[in-house]
């Protein structure tokens, strides 16, 4: 386990939930479910395609102390320094219930999670070019 003073850098841990709309459906909302002090190590590892498989460049390993009023998902999303990350694996390490490891890559498909308004309000997409019709050849 690492001296209290490695824990030095503040990790946020952002939830999603379904809220309710006017209309009787519901959208994603993204709240802030925790945030603590961690030890993050950044692993910077080169592999190929192997097995048809996608294998990530580089990963951040993240140390957590144990605190017995959280629960970590892989659900969750991470912020740090700016960056958003995406949980791939949780260890309990030693099985003693002390110290936390996290490995998480960085991701673009949940950039969303940390703007303060809805995402898809402002969407430049093409949905105002709709109906599209394609030329016939």
Not at 6 to 31: C, H, M
């Amino acid at each position: 386990m690492k001296n209290a003073y490695k824990y030095n850098q503040l990790v946020e841990f952002w939830i999603t939930r379904a809220t309710p709309d006017l209309s009787g459906g519901s959208y994603i909302s993204y709240e802030l479910d925790f945030e603590d002090f961690a030890s993050i190590i950044t692993k910077d590892e080169k592999r190929v395609l192997q097995e048809s498989q996608i294998v990530l460049d580089g990963y951040y390993e993240i140390y957590l102390r144990f605190r017995p009023d959280i629960s970590i998902d892989k659900k969750h999303n991470i912020k740090l320094k700016g960056k958003n990350l995406t949980i791939h694996s949780i260890v309990n390490m030693n099985e003693l219930d002390r110290e936390y490891k996290l490995i998480c890559t960085e991701s673009d498909n949940n950039t969303e999670v940390f703007e303060g308004e809805n995402p898809y309000e402002n969407y430049e997409g093409v949905s105002n070019q709709f109906p599209y019709v394609l030329p016939i050849t």
